[in-house]
């Protein structure tokens, strides 16, 4: 359990709070525990353990803690939840008036407010053994992703009635404090600045002012400086496009375009049955293939498992040649189904990237985008496809007059639901403008000279941003510094004689230094890809991104739809349903 938690967020750092908390706690006694989680705390374990791993520390058993439960009153409960009220209330009514365990540990994953903390001591102080907050209120969702695991927070932050946007940003700010503390890190904050988008710079100063706060006095008691890392915040408003362009790169196409849910992929054996897969950091097929287009991903598949098979050893030390077996007999469904969903959008596809990239695949430029739609519009495909290549048009001119989106609307049918539209001007992106208004589209790199294939000739902008970030080539009036860092970096890991802390074990252990990326409004797959791309190229720097979530093509329209319409109103648009 302990060499678990070392790597329960899959990137390469220890858990020292977890670890130094929660297991020696654990060890203290040898009475047998109960296991207390709220959702949060649920995924996060389940992302990073098993019941024998629990077992071996002597927990027997995990229960909710929202659900009801019979007492045991000879065992003590482990609590491990975030410092919300819902989760204090539950707490306290395992308690009063009838206590349900001989004793209580209560472990927060973030700070406990005072009012929060002096309310379960009022009323469970001689139960509780230890109560304590680890730094540990985000979540781990690949190597180089993290996720605050809140959906939601895209109608709180952008719906224009939000009653409680103040509050979120104000919790996510928490979250990314508790992320750099993970890691061990001080980065200089930077955001994205944009006059019709200012909820990056209200997220940056929350940050950088909850930051300083955390980093006030170290063990020590001196004050912590700033370390190796850059963090550059910035909204979902300011790469439209790459979240509704449709991708033939595995892992985002499959998300896009295949039912999978909660990373899991159904398919039905050979004999009829219907078996199950996790599309995870333990799929080691999965983590290789993932990021390769889907023409690569046949090819490969036969030379990886050929010599895995010659090198007579487990390969990454997670899997065995007798069970790779096992892990080969699903790729084939996934596969061709994959293929199947590609065929399908194939020149709707070729239309977008002419759209988004604003050439077609010789090259040349399109000076008239409504030629390049029309046949997206005339074709029978799905609504769903409809809007995501109208939205593709509008974005390309940064708007269109009133009198034209009426008769796209009018050509897609959804006239009752233009919000798949219109609302993206909540995001402050461009939808509607005067003939005569004129906006200057952002310089994006040179990438003429990159291989690409037809279909993927799309960069998203976050991986310019990355790049230039890493080179220290960003421009201050764009980006300004909420808070600096060390004058010396430039993603080469070089550190400032000015640095006046003195470097932990972790610091020495890792030659580069850390670019995070946060996007307030949900990360798209692709733009995942990038930070793992920009990380292999530069070897020096690692690149992190996260977000409040993980966002599909769908998801995201349906989000935006919601913005000015109650759940009871929202017309939900599957793909796989009008495919």
């Known amino acids: 359990f302990l060499d678990v938690f070392m790597f329960i967020m899959v990137f390469s750092v220890s858990f020292a709070g977890i670890k130094e908390t929660i297991i020696t706690d654990c060890r203290k006694?040898?009475?047998?525990?109960?296991?207390?989680?709220?959702?949060?705390?649920?995924?996060?374990?389940?992302?990073?353990?098993?019941?024998?791993?629990?077992?071996?520390?002597?927990?027997?058993?995990?229960?909710?803690?929202?659900?009801?439960?019979?007492?045991?009153?000879?065992?003590?409960?482990?609590?491990?939840?975030?410092?919300?009220s819902k989760c204090v209330d539950a707490f306290i009514a395992d308690f009063k008036p009838k206590p349900k365990y001989k004793a209580a540990?209560?472990?927060?994953?973030?700070?406990?407010?005072?009012?929060?903390?002096?309310?379960?001591?009022?009323?469970?102080?001689?139960?509780?053994?230890?109560?304590?907050?680890?730094?540990?209120?985000?979540?781990?969702?690949?190597?180089?992703?993290?996720?605050?695991?809140?959906?939601?927070?895209?109608?709180?932050?952008?719906?224009?009635?939000?009653?409680?946007?103040?509050?979120?940003?104000?919790?996510?700010?928490?979250?990314?404090?508790?992320?750099?503390?993970?890691?061990?890190?001080?980065?200089?904050?930077?955001?994205?600045?944009?006059?019709?988008?200012?909820?990056?710079?209200?997220?940056?100063?929350?940050?950088?002012?909850?930051?300083?706060?955390?980093?006030?006095?170290?063990?020590s008691g001196k004050k912590k400086g700033k370390t190796q890392a850059q963090l550059l915040i910035v909204e979902r408003g300011f790469d439209p496009v790459s979240p509704i362009l449709h991708e033939l790169t595995y892992q985002a196409m499959a998300y896009d375009l295949i039912d999978v849910q909660n990373d899991t992929y159904k398919y039905k054996s050979k004999d009829g049955s219907e078996k199950q897969a996790q599309l995870n950091e333990d799929d080691m097929l999965w983590v290789k293939l993932r990021h390769k287009h889907i023409a690569e991903v046949s090819e490969q598949i036969p030379k990886m498992v050929k010599e895995i098979s010659a090198s007579k050893k487990q390969p990454d030390g997670k899997i065995t040649i007798s069970n790779l077996a096992q892990m080969m007999k699903k790729m084939?469904?996934?596969?061709?189904?994959?293929?199947?969903?590609?065929?399908?959008?194939?020149?709707?596809?070729?239309?977008?990237?002419?759209?988004?990239?604003?050439?077609?695949?010789?090259?040349?430029?399109?000076?008239?985008?409504?030629?390049?739609?029309?046949?997206?519009?005339?074709?029978?495909?799905?609504?769903?496809?409809?809007i995501r290549a109208v939205l593709l048009y509008i974005f390309s001119l940064n708007g269109t007059t009133d009198e034209n989106l009426s008769k796209l609307i009018q050509h897609v049918k959804i006239e009752d639901d233009r919000e798949f539209i219109l609302n993206w001007k909540e995001l402050g992106v461009p939808i509607i403008t005067s003939p005569s208004f004129f906006s200057r589209k952002?310089?994006?790199?040179?990438?003429?000279?990159?291989?690409?294939?037809?279909?993927?000739?799309?960069?998203?902008?976050?991986?310019?941003?990355?790049?230039?970030?890493?080179?220290?080539?960003?421009?201050?009036?764009?980006?300004?510094?909420?808070?600096?860092?060390?004058?010396?970096?430039?993603?080469?890991?070089?550190?400032?004689?000015?640095?006046?802390?003195?470097?932990?074990?972790?610091?020495?252990?890792?030659?580069?230094?850390?670019?995070?990326?946060?996007?307030?409004?949900?990360?798209?797959?692709?733009?995942?890809?990038?930070a793992y791309e920009v990380t292999q190229a530069v070897k020096s720097c690692e690149v992190i991104i996260g977000s409040s979530h993980i966002l599909t093509p769908t998801s995201l329209l349906n989000d935006i739809k919601a913005l000015s319409k109650g759940p009871m109103e929202t017309f939900t648009i599957d793909e796989r349903s009008n495919a």
């Not at 629990?54 to 927990?59: D, Q, T, V």
């Not at 995990?62 to 482990?78: C, F, G, H, Q, T």
């Open 332 to 386: 084939p469904s996934f596969r061709k189904q994959c293929v199947r969903a590609a065929k399908h959008v194939y020149h709707v596809l070729l239309r977008e990237h002419d759209l988004a990239v604003g050439s077609d695949v010789e090259g040349v430029k399109v000076k008239d985008p409504m030629r390049t739609l029309l046949p997206v519009l005339l074709h029978p495909y799905s609504t769903y496809d409809k």
């Open 105 to 219: 540990y209560v472990y927060f994953t973030d700070y406990c407010p005072d009012e929060l903390f002096n309310k379960m001591k009022l009323y469970c102080a001689k139960y509780i053994r230890v109560c304590k907050e680890i730094n540990m209120s985000f979540m781990p969702q690949e190597a180089q992703v993290f996720t605050c695991d809140n959906p939601g927070a895209f109608k709180s932050i952008y719906s224009p009635n939000s009653p409680d946007k103040k509050a979120t940003m104000d919790t996510l700010a928490d979250q990314l404090v508790t992320l750099c503390a993970t890691l061990d890190e001080y980065p200089g904050v930077r955001y994205k600045k944009d006059s019709n988008m200012e909820n990056a710079k209200i997220l940056a100063e929350l940050v950088d002012a909850k930051l300083a706060k955390h980093y006030e006095m170290d063990d």
């Open 29 to 84: 006694s040898e009475v047998w525990k109960i296991l207390i989680l709220d959702p949060f705390t649920t995924k996060l374990l389940s992302s990073c353990c098993k019941m024998s791993d629990l077992m071996s520390e002597k927990i027997t058993i995990v229960e909710d803690l929202y659900k009801s439960r019979e007492p045991v009153l000879e065992m003590k409960a482990i609590y491990f939840m975030s410092p919300t």
């Open 442 to 530: 952002p310089t994006r790199r040179d990438r003429s000279q990159e291989q690409t294939y037809n279909l993927s000739r799309w960069t998203p902008v976050i991986k310019d941003v990355m790049e230039d970030a890493v080179e220290n080539k960003l421009d201050t009036r764009e980006w300004p510094h909420q808070s600096e860092c060390p004058a010396a970096w430039n993603g080469s890991g070089a550190v400032s004689a000015r640095q006046k802390h003195k470097p932990s074990a972790q610091d020495e252990r890792r030659s580069g230094s850390r670019l995070i990326i946060f996007v307030i409004g949900g990360i798209s797959y692709s733009e995942m890809r990038c």
